[in-house]
């Protein structure tokens, strides 16, 4: 009911938003006589700000267009390379008419970037994915939101997202033979565990697996988030977080935890940051500060976008990695897409390089809870096992901004680079080495 009632609000207030809108442009539109006056740009600044409250906020696009690699600019082509009811794989192919660069490009290690299914879209690794670029052949996990997806196209459960990551491991090493796994806060518990199953079975596991910033384990250094979990049983947030999905959108009916739920609780994590933060945007829009009031707007449009999650999923997680600590504690069983039920078991991990990064200020993930992944990771020899704490690094801040460019990232491509025992497999559409094509059809792809 809930849902329903936020949905009708949204709605009767979207005309509102619109019209603030187009009175923020009427006052500061350089035709009306009084468009250069103090009053003016107040008037302006405050209805512009009332529409960025007021309007709703669409998944954004990745909008990686080129990248440079060593000088040298490299078109990029977005494409889904695997659609799945709840998840595509998304591939950011590379394209470049400089031979050199081109021989570089399809030397370079493959990486699969998990991005969060924890509220917001996969976007918000844009920048994460445009940095690896330079340096990498990149795929991300790009989860749908779930009030899209129809009733008919089943459930989803936290066993499917572990089944997701093995299936796009298995994909990437099909096709070039080998791969890197990236995984960024919440996906490090499910990637942990597909990997583990992985070797469990005696299947070939990627060549290094990156952590960042996740709740391997979340009994140490719990933050507000962990706290939560931890306070509330499973019946709370069943009772108070899910709803179904109104009959206005393809997945009518299906129980989820609605992202403007997610939102308010993003929100009353730092409500005072929030609101300097808006009341800074008013200000700089009557400045006329162009560059700040941009960065506002771009931070928001991404912060302000986000998703539902499929109920059995979330409570599943907020069960197996909030309150049982399964994964530590050696009791989470996971059923594979073929039914069968598998105990995970990261010891059996032995031929994968193992980077574990963590924010000295992360209040999220807390102190030490990534880095329990070496601790379960046993039979991992200390030479391929690593751990980097960043100073002065918030949450967001292992894989974006300042410190994700000049700190994190060259030491995540250097691990990549030293776990690389031999360069990947040319891709091509059966997975096979490619043949090469004619002179005259030299731009290639990579």
């Given amino acids: 009911m809930l849902y329903t009632l936020y949905e009708t609000q949204r709605t009767l207030m979207e005309p509102f938003a ?30 512009d700000l009332l529409h960025r409250l007021g309007k709703d906020y669409e998944k954004p696009e990745f909008g ?13 082509h977005e494409r889904v390379e695997i659609d799945r009811p709840f998840c595509e794989l998304r591939r950011f192919k590379r394209f470049s008419d400089d031979p050199p660069t081109l021989g570089k490009l399809k030397t370079q290690p493959v990486v699969l970037v998990v991005a969060p299914l924890s509220g917001h879209h996969s976007t918000l690794l844009r920048e994460t994915v445009r940095t690896m670029l330079s340096g ?15 009733l008919e196209d089943g459930e989803f459960h936290l066993d499917d997202y572990v089944n997701y990551v093995q299936e796009f491991i298995r994909h990437l090493q099909g096709t070039y033979g080998q791969c890197h796994v990236v995984s960024v806060c919440q996906p490090t518990v499910p990637v942990l565990a597909a990997i583990s199953l992985m070797a469990s079975r005696g299947e070939p596991t ?29 019946e709370w947030f069943d009772n108070n977080v899910i709803y179904r999905v109104p009959s206005r959108f393809p997945g009518a009916g299906r129980r989820v935890y609605p992202g403007f739920l997610q939102h308010a609780g993003f929100v009353a994590m730092n409500p005072d940051r929030h609101a300097s933060s808006h009341y800074d945007y008013f200000r700089n829009l009557v400045k006329g500060d162009d560059a700040s009031t941009e960065a506002h707007r771009q931070f928001y449009d991404e912060y302000n976008a986000v998703l539902d999650m499929s109920a059995d999923y ?14 530590v504690n050696g009791t989470w069983d996971v059923r594979s897409a073929q039914g069968k039920t598998e105990r995970v078991r990261p010891q059996d991990i032995t031929g994968t390089a193992l980077l574990t990064i963590e924010g000295e200020l992360d209040d999220i993930s807390g102190s030490g809870q990534t880095r329990a992944a070496h601790d379960l ?70």
């Avoid at 267009?65 to 040298?72: A, L, N, S």
């Avoid at 996740?214 to 931890?230: C, E, M």
Wanted: with cysteine; hydrophobic share 40%.
């Fill in 136 to 150: 990498h052949k990149v795929y991300i996990t790009d989860w749908k939101n779930a009030r899209n997806v129809p």
């Fill in 206 to 234: 990627p060549q290094s697996m990156t952590m960042m910033g996740g709740p391997i384990d979340a009994s140490r250094s719990p933050t507000a988030v962990d706290n939560l979990a931890q306070q509330r049983s499973l």
């Fill in 64 to 76: 990686i267009r080129t990248v440079d690699v060593d000088g040298v600019g490299v078109a990029i």
């Fill in 377 to 446: 990771c046993a039979s991992i020899p200390e030479a391929k096992s690593r751990h980097l704490t960043v100073k002065g690094a918030g949450h967001y801040g292992i894989f974006s901004g300042r410190r994700w460019r000049e700190v994190v990232y060259p030491q995540v491509r250097d691990f990549i680079a030293a776990s690389q025992t031999q360069p990947p497999a040319e891709a091509s559409t059966t997975g096979a080495a490619a043949t090469p094509r004619p002179a005259a059809a030299r731009r290639r792809a990579a």
């Fill in 18 to 47: 619109d019209l603030a809108h187009v009175a923020s442009k009427c006052y500061s539109n350089p035709l009306w006589p009084f468009s250069e006056t103090q009053l003016a740009h107040r008037m302006a600044a405050g209805y």
């Fill in 314 to 327: 979330y409570l599943e997680t907020i069960k197996t990695v909030f309150q049982d600590y399964s994964l």
